[in-house]
């Protein structure tokens, strides 16, 4: 089974700042990569799949990148409705299908 | 625009048997895969399997000899049964439509079942 890590736990940044979360795999996943944004009682939605495609409707802040192991997401100008726990998630090897931990973003 | 609605208990007997029902509206089942997902309360979130439009299943290693998937395109509906069932297996599960054996394009709101006697 593939594990995902990702850090910060937390990150706290300010409104307009640009707040960058990572993800590790435990192996090489290439590509396959995607992103989604928690808001608290909802549902994930996706943000980002094949590590760096939006998804549709998802602003233009919002961008990934990487391959291989090693993975960002990158909100350019943090607004206050960006508030939310980040999931990076697999789909290079499965089953399963395996998650991150989650990144939570505040607004300072 | 695809909606997909989870249905079914909210709470379970210990050593009982979960039971969820996604309904699928504004959507075809064809040339996707649909999932469940759950997630603990406070916690990350679990791939528990998915069924394709083909009617073919594969599930999280973890979960395999507890867990059935199943659907039924005349509803538009897939399910979701759980054996056996602890307090560990108290979350939120969520009904997902993938593309393919990749991300999960589109969610359903997700519903709480408490596992408790």
């Known amino acids: 089974e593939i594990v995902m890590t990702q850090s910060p736990g937390t990150l706290s940044v300010s409104p307009g700042e640009r707040a960058t979360l990572s993800c590790r795999a435990s192996?090489?996943?290439?590509?396959?990569l995607a992103w989604y944004q928690q808001k608290p009682g909802q549902a994930p939605r996706l943000l980002i799949y094949?590590?760096?495609t939006r998804a549709t409707g998802i602003p233009a802040r919002f961008s990934g990148s990487g391959s291989g192991t090693e993975f960002a997401l990158t909100i350019s100008s943090l607004q206050s409705e960006d508030s939310a726990v980040y999931y990076c998630?697999?789909?290079?090897?499965?089953?399963?299908?395996?998650f991150g931990p989650g990144t939570k973003v505040d607004i300072k | 625009q695809v909606r997909l609605q989870e249905s079914g208990p909210a709470l379970v007997k210990p050593s009982e048997t979960l039971s969820l029902t996604c309904t699928v509206s504004?959507?075809?089942?064809?040339?996707?895969?649909w999932s469940w997902i759950r997630q603990p309360p406070g916690k990350g979130l679990e791939w528990i399997g998915y069924?394709?439009?083909?009617?073919?299943?594969n599930f999280n290693p973890s979960l395999k000899s507890r867990v059935t998937i199943s659907m039924d395109t005349s509803k538009n509906q897939f399910s979701l049964k759980v054996s056996s069932v602890t307090a560990a297996d108290t979350a939120v599960y969520y009904c997902?439509?993938?593309?393919?054996?990749?991300?999960?394009?589109?969610w359903g709101q997700g519903t709480l079942v408490s596992v408790s006697s």
């Open positions: 998630q697999q789909y290079n090897n499965w089953p399963p299908f395996t």
């Open positions: 192996q090489s996943v290439s590509s396959n």
């Open positions: 504004g959507g075809s089942f064809s040339l996707y895969y």
């Open positions: 094949g590590a760096s």
């Open positions: 069924i394709s439009d083909s009617g073919s299943a």
């Open positions: 997902a439509r993938g593309v393919g054996a990749t991300h999960f394009q589109n």
